[in-house]
């Protein structure tokens, strides 16, 4: 089953402009609102679930409609459900006031595909009827979604009162068909800071849509609540309490009025910073102002820290998402390498005017090569390579070295999986015969470079809900460094990437996404930092993305290829594959329309594409 929400497609014109992650970013906007896109549907005027949301709504909702047969009510009540307002009053009126009372709508909130009303009885004044769908997602009370899996069978009783039917009788828990959630929730993302204070981090919460003038300080509220349990060990969250909000939120020029609309911009005055370091502040901007324009909440951005400029640097004009420097730089990935590929066990530059050329250095002279990384500037690599050796000795080895420089074999055996590296260039990563992981770390006074081992108990001991079963074939760092996206015994995965207070790395609490693939995924990489795009073995619908809370999961159309599809690697702005014939590149067309996949020439069919990360 594939989920298909009446949004826009990340890869779409449409869906860049109007996504709601990462767009609106000023002076980086071209790239982050296809990054936004990749990440969110489209824009929003949320309030966040839970005690954030039982403000009363501005109108009420409207009453069921009269004369309805029991069947069709009860197909408007699970459409009623998705909305939360004033204790989702929507769905009570569908309710006799006994029923009304006892439901207890805060017990849980299930996502399901379709739901089947099946009629087990009825008579003149009641009717029984079973509800049954398959779960896709859970909703946390915080706005976390959760994959989730199984079927769900409810009964519910109905009964005629004065002349019209209503529930009587039904389980506690709101559940919610996908495609009514997706109209009346929009996601939006929350920044918090990577744990060595280089990187901004993602946390994507699903929130209600409520007036767009809330919009601002709901936001505020919930970076103060912290960051979601699963992802809190790998942040720090520099607005935590006794971090508080002084007074109303208002436009730059004092306005209360619209806060949040248009180009008004926002001015907030903060209390519990005056502690802070100008680095940490400088942090403490980078969350609010991140997170507020990627929910394209615009600036001028005014910062006080009890009634004085959080930055006397920004007193007049206040902040823009440029002056927050290379934290707000860590969103994009580096954009200026150009397309490499592995032709014929050589490491190739593919120039756009002359065609495929050897990579200088050693790199680009041997014929052995299995699969490479580049680190983001393009300047070192890592490479498998064939060691040439008869079983039962190791068969394939690591060798890293820079595109020009010394190359050094770092780790060997039996199978190496494609090499990820770092955002900072410092280490790849690679898992070594299907349940090893091995940081190839660069020492940066002697050029030497060491494996040191990363500790995966928790991937396998079942300690996790989600133990994972090897092998594990594919292995990416994400570019902010706190998570990695994987592939184990076909199926996808998201861990956390943990530093120890020794120094020593772990990977952790793996969790399972894009669990609706029908067929073994064999390929991934990380299309923006909050998703995934992965190449599954089947025919139909062969290359998708999918978020990394598992919402989401979206084709990129199968146009010009030719599965199996050997191969993803993308950033924000570029995407390839190698399918069954050729090295192909994800186009669109200046007048829009469904994107389709235009063949890279000269690289051949046994090719695959390579780009920094």
Same mark, same amino acid.
């Given at each position: 089953m594939t989920l298909r929400p009446p949004h826009r497609r990340p890869d779409s014109p449409s869906g860049r402009a109007e996504s709601s992650l990462i767009t609106a970013l000023l002076a980086i906007v071209a790239m982050v609102v296809v990054a936004g896109c990749a990440s969110l549907p489209d824009s929003s005027q949320p309030q966040a679930l839970g005690t954030i949301n039982q403000e009363p709504s501005a109108e009420r909702p409207l009453p069921p409609s009269p004369g309805r047969d029991p069947d069709l009510l009860l197909r408007d009540f699970l459409q009623a459900t998705a909305d939360p307002a004033d204790g989702h009053l929507a769905a009570r009126q569908y309710m006799t006031p006994a029923a009304s009372t006892q439901w207890n709508d805060e017990d849980s909130h299930v996502i399901v595909e379709r739901a089947d009303t099946l009629r087990e009885s009825r008579t003149e004044t009641e009717a029984t009827y079973v509800l049954r769908a398959?779960?896709?997602?859970?909703?946390?009370?915080?706005?976390?979604?959760? #994959?989730?899996?199984?079927?769900?069978? %409810?009964?519910?009783?109905?009964?005629?009162?004065?002349?019209?039917?209503?529930?009587?009788?039904?389980?506690?828990?709101?559940?919610?068909?996908?495609?009514?959630?997706?109209q009346s929730y929009r996601r939006q993302a929350l920044y918090f800071v990577s744990g060595d204070g280089r990187h901004v981090v993602p946390d994507l919460r699903w929130i209600s849509v409520v007036r767009p003038d809330d919009l601002a300080r709901r936001l505020i509220d919930m970076l103060i609540a912290g960051p979601q349990p699963y992802i809190a060990p790998v942040v720090r969250n520099y607005l935590s309490p006794p971090v508080a909000v002084r007074?109303?939120?208002?436009?730059?020029?004092?306005?209360?009025?619209?806060?949040?609309?248009?180009?008004?911009?926002?001015?907030?005055?903060?209390?519990?910073?005056?502690?802070?370091?100008?680095?940490?502040?400088?942090?403490?901007?980078?969350?609010?102002? !991140?997170?507020?324009?990627?929910?394209?909440?615009?600036?001028?951005?005014?910062?006080?820290?009890?009634?004085?400029? !959080?930055?006397?640097?920004?007193?007049?004009?206040?902040?823009?998402?440029?002056?927050?420097?290379?934290?707000?730089?860590?969103?994009?990935?580096?954009?200026?390498?150009?397309?490499?590929?592995?032709?014929d066990g050589t490491l190739v530059e593919v120039d756009a005017d002359g065609g495929p050329k050897p990579a200088p250095g050693y790199f680009g002279t041997v014929q052995n090569l299995e699969s490479v990384g580049l680190s983001p500037d393009g300047k070192r690599i890592a490479a498998v390579a064939d060691a040439g050796r008869a079983p039962p000795q190791p068969q394939r080895i690591l060798m890293m070295g820079s595109d020009g420089g010394e190359v050094f074999p770092v780790a060997d055996g039996g199978t190496i999986t494609r090499p990820s590296w770092t955002a900072d260039g410092s280490e790849a990563w690679a898992v070594v015969d299907g349940n090893r992981v091995i940081r190839a770390v660069t020492n940066g006074e002697t050029g030497t470079v060491?494996?040191?081992?990363?500790?995966?108990?928790? !991937?396998?001991?079942?300690?996790?809900?989600?133990?994972?079963?090897?092998?594990?074939?594919?292995?990416?760092?994400?570019?902010?460094?706190?998570?990695?996206?994987?592939?184990?015994?076909?199926?996808?995965?998201?861990? !956390?990437?943990?530093?120890?207070?020794?120094?020593?790395?772990?990977?952790?609490?793996?969790?399972?996404?894009?669990?609706?693939?029908?067929?073994?995924?064999?390929?991934?990489?990380?299309?923006?930092?909050?998703?995934?795009?992965?190449?599954?073995?089947?025919?139909?619908?062969?290359?998708?993305?999918?978020?990394? %809370?598992?919402?989401?999961?979206?084709?990129?159309?199968?146009?010009?290829?030719? &599965? &199996? #599809?050997?191969?993803?690697?993308?950033? #924000?702005?570029?995407?390839?594959?190698?399918?069954?014939?050729?090295?192909?590149?994800?186009?669109?067309?200046?007048?829009?329309?469904?994107?389709?996949?235009?063949?890279?020439?000269?690289?051949?069919?046994?090719?695959?594409?390579?780009?920094?990360?």
């Open positions: 398959r779960k896709v997602g859970e909703l946390a009370e915080d706005g976390s979604y959760h #994959v989730a899996d199984g079927i769900i069978e %409810d009964k519910i009783e109905m009964t005629l009162v004065d002349g019209q039917w209503r529930i009587d009788e039904l389980p506690d828990g709101v559940v919610m068909e996908y495609s009514a959630f997706s007074g109303p939120l208002t436009k730059a020029n004092g306005d209360p009025v619209g806060v949040g609309v248009g180009l008004g911009g926002v001015r907030i005055d903060f209390s519990g910073i005056d502690q802070l370091s100008p680095r940490d502040r400088e942090l403490f901007a980078a969350q609010v102002i !991140l997170t507020l324009s990627a929910a394209e909440v615009l600036g001028p951005y005014i910062l006080l820290s009890d009634g004085r400029p !959080l930055d006397e640097r920004f007193a007049d004009g206040g902040w823009s998402v440029t002056d927050l420097g290379p934290i707000a730089d860590a969103v994009q990935p580096e954009a200026q390498i150009p397309l490499h590929a592995l032709r060491l494996p040191e081992g990363v500790d995966t108990a928790q !991937l396998f001991d079942g300690g996790s809900s989600t133990p994972i079963q090897a092998p594990i074939t594919e292995l990416r760092i994400s570019r902010d460094g706190v998570t990695a996206a994987l592939i184990a015994d076909g199926k996808v995965y998201i861990a !956390l990437v943990l530093v120890r207070p020794d120094g020593s790395y772990a990977l952790t609490a793996p969790r399972q996404i894009a669990i609706e693939l029908s067929t073994p995924a064999v390929s991934l990489d990380w299309y923006s930092n909050d998703t995934i795009i992965l190449a599954g073995s089947g025919t139909v619908d062969p290359v998708r993305t999918v978020r990394i %809370d598992g919402s989401d999961l979206i084709s990129l159309g199968g146009r010009n290829l030719t &599965p &199996p #599809v050997r191969q993803v690697t993308a950033s #924000v702005e570029r995407q390839y594959v190698a399918d069954s014939r050729a090295v192909l590149e994800l186009t669109r067309t200046p007048e829009g329309g469904d994107p389709y996949w235009r063949e890279v020439p000269g690289l051949g069919a046994d090719a695959v594409p390579i780009l920094p990360g």
